[in-house]
Each structure stands twice: as C-alpha cells, then as structure tokens.
C-alpha cells in the first residue's frame, strides 16, 4: 500500500470547537504529523480487500488513511465525548464503522461478525453464500503504556487472531518486545511466541499533540500460522515464564521453585533434564529452551 496524501485536521481547533481536552487519565496523545501517520498506515501493509480493526481513533487522523486503503474500517474508540468531533472528520468514509466500548472488553470475533452482516447485506445476491473475510484482518492502535500489554495479550489469544499487529507505543516498549536474550522480558516472550515483532518507524514527541514526554516506535507483530509453542502447551508455557520473570535477579532454580510451588530440589532437576543451567536467569533463555522446558514438565 502506498498511502496518499490527506489534508491535515486541525486537531487544536477541532478540539476548541467541540470543547474537548486532551486525556491524560486515557493517554490521550493524537498522532498529527502527516509523515508519521502515512508511516503508520503503510506499517499495516494495507491491500483493497483488507479488514482493519483500530484501537483508538481519537479524532480519526490516521482512521482517514486507513479508511482510504482498506476495504472497511472498524474503529474503536473509548471516549464517547470524542464522538461528535469524530463523526465530522469521516463523514466522507461510508467504509468505516465507529464502535464505542472498551476494546478489552469486546471479542475481536463478535466485532468482525458485525462487518460480515453489513458485508452480507451489500453483496449481490448472486454472491451472498460467498465466504466472507472475517478471518483475515489486521489491527492499529496508537495506544498508551498502561494498556499495551494487556491489548497484546487480548488480541493473540482471541478466538480469531489478526494477521499482523501494528502498534505506536513508547520506545522504550517497543524496544522491550523486540529484545531476544540475554534481555528478554515476560512481554517480548509472550509476544514472540505468537509472531515476529520489528520496529518498522521511529516516531519522535513532536509528531503528537500535546506532546509525550517521551519519543515513540512503530512495532509490526507478523502472526505465525500457528503459536511456536503447541496450544495444548500454551497455559504450562506461560505459567512457567510468569514464575521464571516473578523475581528479578533471581536464577532460575529460585524464581521457578517459588513461583510454581516446587521445592528446589525438584526445580533444579527439571531444569537440569530439559538442558537447562540452573544458574541462569529466565531473560538469557531463548524461546526454544522455554519450549524444551515447558514439554520436560509435560512428560
């Protein structure tokens, strides 16, 4: 996709207009610089027929580029006082669809059986038993700190995953799940298992208003087919990495013997038959020897 050029919105006057003021309880920091946003949306790799869901539209100024590209848009915005404000600027896109809720508290599924409806219900009879393309969507939020993790995890394990996640976070966050060992952390773990995050843009302060303290990155979650661990795997998997990360500057023989109720003895042997060095300290295991690890507790 080759994102092309809209006329910027005038985010402080929209803002004036409707009486509105930036959140900061919500994180409310809208992306403005147009070089940016065409970063973003060119990060989603949009095709015409592609299903986006967005985390967030706030005032709609990247909604406009995504709606531009993609077949439809789902737009979902927590603040119902930005409605009015984002009602106006697209109410050119009859292909979006603004939904007010929570996100972490809607099902990915219900929300992408709302697009077939409204799908089914504008194809030609001839074509209405054809499958529609509610298994294949992507995502894009520019999201605040507080909620990455928990909308990472929201969407990987939702009944109908997205097939890549586009996410405009802190840097420092980005940079967090993209690490591989010796600095792996419970966040880039829990996402690599899943897909193949990279930071695709840098975005600084000033592209946003009011301005973060802090500068941002673009990440690009590529889903795998599949999660490298096998599914039936998954709970042991992330219980055995949530009590590897529970203590910080522990090894693991302690971390895992507490935070799974092992005595330590017991820790280290299982440690020890998966080819694991007691010693060590769960940010310096790769994804694979969590495998070996999670499949040593299953036998």
């Known amino acids: 996709m080759d994102s092309g050029y809209l006329a910027p919105l005038n985010i402080p006057a929209l803002l004036k207009k409707y009486g509105l003021r930036p959140s900061k309880g919500l994180g409310q920091n ?3 610089d147009e070089n940016a946003l065409i970063k973003v949306a060119n990060a989603a790799e949009i095709y015409e027929g592609d299903v986006i869901l967005e985390v967030g539209p706030g005032l709609g100024s990247l909604t406009r580029y995504l709606g531009s590209a993609a077949q439809r848009v789902i737009a979902v915005e927590l603040d119902e006082k930005l409605l009015p404000a984002l009602h106006e600027t697209l109410a050119s896109f009859e292909n979006v ?5 929570d996100i972490l508290e809607l099902d990915p599924a219900e929300l992408l059986s709302s697009y077939a409806l409204h799908a089914a219900s504008n194809k030609p009879q001839a074509s209405a038993h054809a499958p529609l393309p509610t298994s294949h969507y992507k995502v894009v939020a520019n999201i605040p700190y507080y909620i990455t993790s928990a909308l990472i995890r929201h969407l990987l394990e939702a009944e109908i995953k997205p097939q890549r996640i586009v996410l405009t976070v802190q840097r420092e966050v980005a940079q967090r799940i993209c690490e591989t060992p010796p600095k792996m952390s419970l966040l880039a773990l829990s996402v690599q298992v899943y897909g193949e995050p990279k930071i695709v843009a840098k975005i600084p302060a000033g592209a946003f208003y009011p301005a973060p303290s802090v500068d941002s ?4 979650i590529e889903l795998y087919p599949e999660p490298l661990i096998p599914t039936s795997l998954l709970e042991h998997f992330f219980q ?4 590897g990360f529970s203590q910080k500057r522990k090894t693991l023989r302690n971390s895992i013997s507490a935070g799974m109720c ?6 280290e042997a299982i440690l020890e038959a998966a080819g694991i060095n007691p010693q060590r300290r769960a940010e310096t295991l790769s994804l694979a020897e969590w ?3 999670t499949r040593q507790i299953n036998l």
Do not use: C, H, M, R
């Open 30 to 32: 809208f992306l403005v």
């Open 97 to 101: 669809e603004i939904v007010v809720g």
């Open 217 to 220: 990155s673009v990440v690009s």
């Open 262 to 267: 092992w005595d330590k003895p017991q820790a």
């Open 240 to 243: 055995l990495a949530k009590a």
């Open 291 to 293: 495998d070996n690890l």
